[in-house]
């Protein structure tokens, strides 16, 4: 998806100048001719010059009453100047329904600039037709008695005036809208080379045309079919409507399907001018309702959300495809550099750059990684000595919200290192009806709607926890009382939305991309098995690696669907009508955890892979051996875990887990067996013989980040020596924090209750003198896992540093030195605070950033 060059947004305006004629025979003709030309040339010239003024004053009209009405404290109040009953006045509701109809004004009156200025006659040509509608409207609220003869005139004068001028000055110069753009919606021509930014705004404007129609006919056809006594108080979208809130309503959605009605024109013709001014209007919108939220938290009509949702989740949109656009134009989405090695010992180095796509990912799983942590400061303690907590919403909450947010961040990190990287470049469509792309276009695809969908849900997973609100599919907030099943119909929608595509579109393109797309298992256990040097083994291993943490995602996101979500529907109505319930129930306080720990388990496959990867050709045995060892591991520990919840039973040695959710450990002896026995095999059988095996390629100066002989390095030697160090410290972190766990938390169980006299208790002091650290040591293990998992994805992009950039070895050095040292900071001064029973951990300095722990 390349950048998409913009239609000029302006027509040439020229005189027509007039040919000589060579042609003796044409004689007085010929200058008639030439006179004809240029009186044209004049009337279309005058035509346009009359469009643009006109045009500009309707804007700065809109604009200028709008925005004073709208936006001047008081102004509407007092009645004046449009002369509101008293009724209207009184009520707060009323009044703020007009101020969103008047901001709706507003916003039109932005259009009309690109408009006029840059002489979009298609845009002209629609604001002729919408006009009759608004007056339509108005004229049947006003006969219903719904809305006051003030607000009825004003439409009359602004719009419908409006409209007769421009209709009187069009018959007296046609040119001023010609013939071939005279059209209306899809029937406008579409622009040649349109940018992605148009088709967002042509979508747009058709999604939110038709639903702003449609919220109007109910409450229209209540007023008209209800009997008089109760034909203006029902309730509407959450809001009480009657009398004059009925019409204002109305009136503010009407108003705004006004605004959408020239997205359709706006993006078909690709005008960057109109793109601008939506731009502008979106933002508009999202800083009204940050405004009403943050300092008017109480409103009660849900118009402002949805104003508020879709004005963010287009801006949002919009954006994106602004970055998209300008980063491929810049960096082409196939644009490999090639590498020559310096030493054919280190060959094991791609010899290509990082893609394009890679960057791209990773550039966005950083910025994610980084703003969920600003956010998390914001929403749930506030930075000690600085600022407190301002944002609304749980703080219990946000601490799921923030782990949500950096398990993503993990996960796109994991993709941009191993998946992208190994996709075919081939441009022909593959050979497969289902698949009618090439595997460079699904790359494409991909890498666009990856950090795009990641964004979206973080985000409005957010805004759930601020809205105090909740969704079907996250029903362990319901459980745990952190939330509600639904929240608002405008929000509930696009939460669907976002879901669908992070939990369905996304792993449903990571299966194609990693199970066909770079070869099957199969193929790829095959060639594993068959190597006989290390750099035969690396692609097959790196293949397996990433092929079984994706069917691991995808395993535990549809195991997650049929216990504890199922497949709910956009709205509520929908969801009790035609909703499928889980067909497999469990507790979904122990499921999210379990899905937590899948996610954690699937994450590590890849990068232990890639762990290995410096062993001599003489271990390519020990290296097949470990690579399945870590695999099965990995598999077995996410099936008994899930299968022993299914029982009824929260797994061996997740002692937090009973504790928390009151769960009696040997309750079934054969599940709890086989989930002891998968625990052990993963994290006393697999990491300790994966930390044995690469144990050769170490030195104890290598744990740390820099010694006397970095300096003297050449750049292969320290990219390899910093690559083996950080694996290290991750590896290390992993079993370090597992060995933590085991001494504060669980302790050592044995498999069955008979054996349990022979279990031995943590050693480590409590949290609190008369109860277990849960969920407090909980939480610093899956801080430790992330940090861990951050090392080991640090590791695999080095192998991708172009050698022209290695000449800044001290940087690279003080760089990797500060980031090893702040995290192991950071995860032992946790675990001290933890044992030594610190319950206030909003006083810690950077602490606080992980929420609530008790």
Aim: charged residues 15%.
């Amino acid at each position: 998806m390349g950048a998409c060059s913009s239609a000029p947004d302006q027509k040439p305006l020229t005189q027509g100048t007039t040919p000589k004629s060579d042609d003796p025979e044409l004689g007085n003709d010929g200058v008639a001719m030439k006179e004809e030309e240029l009186a044209v040339s004049s009337d279309e010239l005058l035509a346009h010059v009359i469009s643009k003024v006109l045009f500009v004053i309707i804007g700065l009209g809109y604009l200028l009453v709008a925005g004073m009405s709208a936006f001047v404290p008081g102004f509407l109040s007092t009645g004046f100047p449009m002369y509101l009953p008293a009724d209207l006045v009184g009520d707060p509701v009323s009044l703020d329904y007009l101020r969103i109809a008047l901001t709706a004004v507003f916003l039109i009156g932005v259009s009309y600039f690109p408009m006029a200025l840059n002489n979009r006659q298609e845009l002209m040509f629609a604001s002729l037709f919408n006009k009759p509608f608004l007056f339509i409207q108005a004229l049947v609220a006003m006969s219903t008695g719904v809305m006051s003869m003030s607000i009825f005139l004003l439409v009359v004068v602004g719009d419908v005036g409006s409209m007769l001028l421009t209709l009187v000055l069009w018959w007296r110069f046609p040119s001023m809208i010609e013939p071939p753009h005279r059209r209306l919606l899809m029937f406008i021509p579409s622009a040649p080379n349109r940018s992605i930014r148009s088709y967002i705004i042509e979508v747009e404007g058709y999604i939110m045309l038709v639903c702003c129609l449609l919220l109007t006919i109910p409450p229209l056809a209540k007023a008209f079919g209800a009997a008089e006594a109760e034909r203006l108080h029902f309730t509407y979208a959450g809001v009480e409507l009657y009398g004059h809130r009925l019409g204002m309503f109305i009136t503010a959605v009407f108003w705004f399907a006004n605004m959408y009605w020239f997205y359709i024109p706006g993006g078909r013709t690709n005008s960057s001018g109109f793109m601008a001014a939506a731009r502008q209007q979106r933002i508009v919108m999202v800083l009204g309702f940050l405004i009403i939220r943050l300092f008017d938290d109480d409103i009660e009509h849900n118009l402002v959300n949805a104003i508020g949702v879709f004005g963010g989740l287009f801006l949002g949109l919009d954006l994106y495809c602004t970055m998209f656009e300008a980063f491929f134009t810049r960096n082409p989405m196939n644009d490999d550099i090639e590498r020559t090695p310096v030493d054919d010992s280190y060959t094991l180095f791609h010899q290509a750059e990082l893609p394009n796509s890679s960057r791209w990912v990773v550039w966005h799983s950083g910025w994610i990684f980084m703003v969920s942590n600003i956010w998390m400061f914001f929403s749930s303690t506030g930075f000690p000595y600085l600022f407190p907590k301002f944002l609304p919403g749980k703080v219990e909450l946000s601490y799921k919200v923030h782990l949500q947010d950096l398990l993503l961040s993990t996960m796109m990190g994991l993709i941009a290192a191993f998946l992208l990287p190994l996709l075919p470049k081939d441009t022909k469509p593959i050979d497969n009806k289902y698949f009618p792309v090439s595997p460079q276009q699904m790359h494409k695809i991909f890498t666009f709607i990856l950090p795009l969908t990641t964004w979206w849900f973080t985000a409005e997973t957010k805004l759930l926890m601020h809205l105090r609100g909740g969704t079907p599919f996250h029903m362990s907030w319901v459980d745990m009382e952190l939330g509600t099943r639904f929240t608002e119909l405008s929000v509930d929608i696009t939460f669907f939305f976002a879901t669908f595509f992070m939990t369905v579109v996304t792993p449903a393109l990571l299966v194609i991309l990693g199970l066909y797309l770079i070869g099957s298992p199969i193929s790829a256990f095959r060639g594993l098995n068959e190597a006989t040097t290390i750099r035969e083994a690396l692609l097959p291993a790196r293949k397996l690696g990433l092929q079984h943490m994706t069917l691991l995602v995808a395993f535990t996101g549809g195991w997650m669907i049929l216990v504890s979500s199922g497949l709910p529907m956009p709205t509520k109505f929908l969801t009790e009508t035609v909703g499928i319930p889980p067909l497999l129930p469990v507790d979904t306080r122990l499921a999210v955890q379990v899905h937590r720990y899948d996610l954690l388990a699937a994450f590590t496959v890849p990068n232990a892979v890639w762990m290995l990867t410096d062993l001599p050709d003489s271990k390519v045995g020990q290296f097949r051996a470990v690579t399945k060892l870590c695999l099965g591991a990995a598999w077995a520990y996410s099936f008994f875990i899930k299968l022993a919840t299914h029982f009824g039973q929260a797994p061996a040695f997740h002692q937090a887990w009973t504790d928390m959710y009151g769960y009696e450990q040997y309750k079934e002896p054969v599940t709890y067996f086989f989930s002891w026995l998968a625990f052990v095999a993963l994290n006393f059988v697999a990491f300790p013989i994966l930390l044995w095996s690469s144990s050769s390629t170490w030195t104890v100066s290598k744990l740390f980040a820099y010694n006397g002989r970095y300096a003297s390095m050449t750049t292969p030697e320290m990219l390899l020596w910093t690559r083996s160090m950080l694996q290290q410290h991750a590896l290390l972190m992993w079993l370090t924090s597992g060995l933590w766990m085991l001494m504060t938390s669980s302790g050592f169980v044995w498999p069955f209750k008979a054996m349990a006299g022979g279990n031995i208790p943590p050693i480590l002091p409590a949290f609190a003198p008369d109860a277990p650290p849960n969920p407090a040591a909980l939480r610093v293990h899956f801080q430790d896992t992330i940090l861990g998992t951050l090392f080991a994805n640090l590791a695999v992009f080095l192998q991708y540093v172009p050698l022209r950039l290695t000449g800044q070895r001290r940087e690279m050095s003080v760089l990797s030195g500060q980031v090893v040292l702040w995290v192991w900071v950071l995860s032992i001064w946790a675990k001290v605070m933890c044992n030594a029973g610190e319950d206030d951990m909003r006083s810690w300095v950077g602490i606080g950033a992980f929420g609530e722990w008790r």
